[in-house]
């Protein structure tokens, strides 16, 4: 039979121990290239032949085993050393007759340069052993990340494996980074003891992450009870007290927001604007529920307010509101949710310097609240307090907003930009009240915005990053300010 190279690999069910295997096995190491050594018949087992070719990360090939003379059912036994440094799948496969073939192909997770001995076992044919050569990762490949935030001068990223990795200043050593320093660091190191995480956010100073068990774990600054266990300040993760069915988070400056899987949402930290929405300005240094709220999808958190969206696409918000941030026009305050006017097919949800953005279904997107620099992105610098339709988006699948900025990324992968452009160093430095297109990134998936930087992840797994750099944020082991995207250094 002959292998379809362009098969979805499937390593799910993959073993790293000894198994039976007589056919198709699947690549799936990102960045590794790995192939069967010379000569091109690497070895045979009386009438085996296992057949060689070079295998490319993301470009499957098949290894030829050939079977001769004919014995239909033979089983093929593969055993490597060292031990658990490649795989193979599926588990159990049969070698066809004489004249047949089958392809294994084998993936590793290793990423130093190395040879690995496999020994082939077939009854009746004898044993052999040929050599894979794995080599080295390229510079910048490793963790695969999924998804990025970004705070006041650092950024964190959630790899695919569940745990968690920050870079940039730690402020004053307030341990916002949570590996157990009080130290910035202009490359990415790995958060502390989190290996299962499925979400994360960024406030100014600290960052708060969920977890697979629905516990949710955070780090840093502590002023205002923002980490949520009653205490204080913390480099390292410590859990938010009482909280164990969450499925996302938010953070902002001072407090920090989440959906439990029952729609309710809970917040802690600062509410002196109400942005806690229990219907108090008194603050709390564990979660407490949000008033009158039990379908909620999804969260954003701003300085002095939060928004959230209903299942049904609507959306609220409450707290500090001088600028029309909570987009039910008015401009006075609440410490309970309020539903923003005009919006009833909202995704999701983003909060800036006093400003929200909101993707709809149909990907248009819409902007209310603070408008100085553009930030609202229809064409004027003039205050909103209803939602109105940022010009030219209508194919947006991922949203943005920081500090007088706002970021959008469309289907096709391109990232559009608009508002404040002093510090985020995109196109032209007066910035723009209609989006605009940056350059040098095709193939991202979502982004995020800090003070004055952004972050942003590709397809690939890749995290890019540009505007201010004075701490390290944007992670490729520089402290210059760059004017367009550049890669962050990924830990192998």
């Known amino acids: 039979m002959t292998e379809d190279p362009n098969r979805e690999p499937d390593l799910r069910n993959a073993e790293l121990k000894r198994r039976s295997v007589v056919g198709a096995a699947a690549w799936a190491a990102p960045a590794i290239v790995l192939s069967v050594a010379s000569p091109a018949y690497a ?23 050939q079977l001769s003379p004919a014995a239909d059912g033979v089983p093929l036994t593969l055993t490597v050393e060292p031990d658990g440094a490649i795989s193979w799948s599926p588990d159990i496969v049969t070698l066809p007759g004489a004249g047949g073939s089958a392809s294994v192909l084998f993936s590793t997770e290793l990423r130093e340069a190395q040879t690995v001995l496999v020994t082939a076992v077939a009854p009746g044919y004898g044993t052999a052993t040929f050599s894979l050569e794995i080599e080295a990762a390229p510079s ?22 569940g745990t968690v990795w920050a870079w940039g200043g730690n402020n004053g050593g307030l341990g916002e980074l949570g590996n157990g320093s009080t130290t910035g660091s202009n490359v990415p190191v790995q958060v502390t003891g989190l290996d299962s995480i499925m979400s994360v956010a960024v406030g100014d100073v600290h960052s708060v992450a969920v977890a697979a068990d629905g516990t949710v774990w955070a780090w840093g600054r502590n002023s205002w009870g923002e980490l949520g266990n009653g205490s204080t300040d913390s480099n390292v993760p410590v859990q938010a007290t009482g909280l164990d069915s969450i499925t996302s988070v938010a953070a902002a400056s001072s407090h920090s927001v989440a959906v439990a899987a029952d729609g309710t949402v809970w917040a802690w ?36 307010n939060s928004v959230a969206v209903a299942a049904d696409g609507t959306v609220w918000a409450w707290g500090y509101n001088n600028r029309g941030q909570l987009g039910n026009g008015s401009t006075t305050g609440s410490n309970v949710p309020v539903q923003v006017t005009g919006l009833d097919s909202i995704t999701s949800v983003a909060t800036g310097g006093s400003h929200s953005v909101a993707l709809a279904a149909d990907g248009t997107v819409w902007a209310w609240g603070y408008n100085n620099r553009g930030q609202l992105g229809n064409g004027s610098t003039t205050d909103s307090n209803v939602p109105v339709q940022v010009t030219g988006l209508d194919s947006i699948t991922s949203i943005a907003a920081g500090y007088l900025r706002s970021v959008a990324v469309a289907a096709d992968g391109t990232v559009w930009v608009w508002g404040d452009n002093n510090f985020d160093f995109w ?52 402290t210059e300010n760059s004017l367009v995207p550049v890669q962050v250094l990924t830990p192998k």
């Open 269 to 304: 930290g600062k509410n002196n604007m109400g942005e806690l929405g229990d219907g108090s300005t008194t603050g709390s240094n564990v979660p407490v529920q949000v008033t009158g709220l039990d379908s909620i999808t999804s969260i954003a958190a701003d300085d002095g």
């Open 427 to 478: 196109g032209d430095a007066t910035g723009s009240n209609v989006p605009v297109k940056l350059g040098g990134l095709d193939s991202i998936t979502s982004v995020a915005v800090g003070i004055f930087h952004s972050v942003a992840v590709a397809a690939d797994g890749t995290v890019w990053a540009w505007g201010d750099n004075n701490g390290g944020q944007l992670g490729n082991d520089s």
């Open 43 to 65: 070895a045979s087992i009386g009438r085996i032949v296992a057949r060689s070719v070079p295998i490319k990360a993301g470009e499957p090939k098949s290894t030829t085993l």
């Open 140 to 161: 910048g490949s490793g963790a695969h990340f999924v998804s990025v935030a970004a705070g006041f001068v650092h950024s964190v990223a959630l790899a695919a494996d």
